[in-house]
């Protein structure tokens, strides 16, 4: 359809975003979707209001469960629509109050998107450098200036009312984040950076010239086992991961940040039926499947973890996955912490989910607590017995 507006070509698309402050949104989302919009999506409306967001945390079956249900998943939500320039915005705001008997609907028109628009420019400029520990740590992306990192880290300065971190004091990471989970802004990637922080530094106190061998199990963009290696030249570290891509990514952030970090397939011999713990802690028969055509995929060129690293090694030894997985893969990640004295962390788990993971590592590990918080998300710490 031609559209009224000369500056506005067909196939530009206008954005519509409604503010559902009680109606159920996934129903005025299927509507929007009935009536030609080309997406939907739905976000808290409170997000980043310190004062009526509430974080939900849970693992991601429960929150799609939950959704397939019909429950709301923020109590007020804006539903977003991009829709066909040609579309009249006041009339599909018209058409949704009446279906909905929903008079009062607030909805704000934002920005049209042009067909001409540079998204690979619009998503990256909206990810900034990610500043975290009072300006210790900056992890960047690969188009991050140093002009960026350093207006990053004052603003974090500012907002923390702290002078900046002298620049030779902040550990910088390049991360290419891609697919591979691990870009710095999730509470359990912070916590555990935090735990390792501490336990690298004490452990290079202890013996100035000794190696620090560090396992990141879960490696995700390796950010865990690199952020080790960027703190103390005498760490070396090795990622085990069941996902092929992320593997690659994490050994492209190794090489691009030129630290000593090889991330490998685990070595598993496992059946998706086998549900004793050689499957490797995975919880379900689509990760099992995703590790079967890894180890199946011909010539790979993606190496499984060899013997040779695959034993009580590790002086750190950081895992930061899920509850469930994680107390399948005690014995393992038990295994392969140098014992005794081998230092455990554990994250991705729910503070209400921290009995079962307590349980599973007390026969291996000594002092096994919750040592700290953050948002809902537990960190778990102990010492190999
Ligand atoms: C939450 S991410 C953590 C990434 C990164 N370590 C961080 O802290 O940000 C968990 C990672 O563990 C991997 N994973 C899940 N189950 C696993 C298993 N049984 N063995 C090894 N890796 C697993 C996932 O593929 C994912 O990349």
Known sequence: TESSSSSIAASDLQSLTLVCLEQEPSLVADFLMEIGACSVSVTDYDKDDDEHETPIFAEPAVVMEDWACGRNVWSRCDVTAHLPASFHLEQVVQLVRDTFDMPQLEFRRNELVSSQHDWVQHVQSSWKPIVLEDGLFVLRFPWHTPQDVQEALQQDANKNNKNQVSREDVVELELEGGIAFGTGEHPTTQLCLNWIRTQVMHLQ???????????????GSGVLGLAACALSKNAEAVGVEIDPDAIRIADANAAVNQLPMKSYLPPFIFG?????????????????????????????EIPMLPDALNGPLYDIMVAN?????????????????????????????????????????EPYFDSVQVAQESNGWILITGTRK
């Open 272 to 300: 998706v039926e086998n549900d004793d713990d050689t499957n490797g802690g995975l919880e379900d028969a689509e990760s099992a499947s995703i590790l079967l055509k890894a180890h199946n995929r011909l010539g790979t």
């Open 205 to 219: 106190d202890q013996d100035k010239e000794g190696k620090i061998r560090v396992c990141d199990y879960g490696a």
């Open 321 to 361: 996955i899920l509850a469930h997985p994680l107390v399948k893969l005690a014995p393992t990640i038990a295994a392969m912490t140098k014992s005794p004295g081998g230092q455990l962390g554990l994250s991705g788990i729910l503070s209400n989910q921290a009995d079962m993971v307590l349980q599973a590592y």
